[in-house]
């Protein structure tokens, strides 16, 4: 399975963005699906996941309430919907695939996409 993330880009404060991570493959439904994020010097972190089906999601404390996670199986595609978004949001995300049931560490997830920049303004 190989992955894409898009819809990045540079907004205000405040602003939205939704991003995309979409997959080859037709075993997409038999995955978790991971977002994380890297700042620059900082560590590669977990952002939200969601469930084989769809049903089960979590989300970091530091997004929780702002962002939304959903996947379209019939799409091959895992969305990130970001609201309220803060400069400190502002890092390049990754979308990756897991065999476990939701986890959030990173050496949990493989297939990395290539990331979207995401750059919130103040």
């Known amino acids: 399975v190989q992955l894409q993330a898009s819809g990045g880009g540079l907004v205000q404060a405040g602003g939205s963005l939704r991003l995309s991570c979409a997959a080859s493959g037709r075993t997409f439904s038999r995955f978790t699906v991971g977002w994380f994020r890297q700042a620059p010097g900082k560590e590669r972190e977990f952002v939200s996941a969601i469930s084989r089906s769809g049903v089960s999601t979590s989300y970091a404390d530091s997004v929780k309430g702002r962002f939304a996670i959903s996947r379209d199986n019939g799409k091959s595609t895992v969305y990130l919907q970001m609201n309220s978004l803060m400069p400190e949001d502002t890092a390049v995300y990754y979308c990756?695939?897991?065999?476990?049931?939701?986890?959030?560490?990173?050496?949990?997830?493989?297939?990395w996409g290539q990331g979207t920049q995401v750059t919130v303004s103040s």
């Open positions: 990756a695939i897991s065999w476990a049931t939701m986890p959030t560490g990173r050496d949990d997830y493989g297939n």
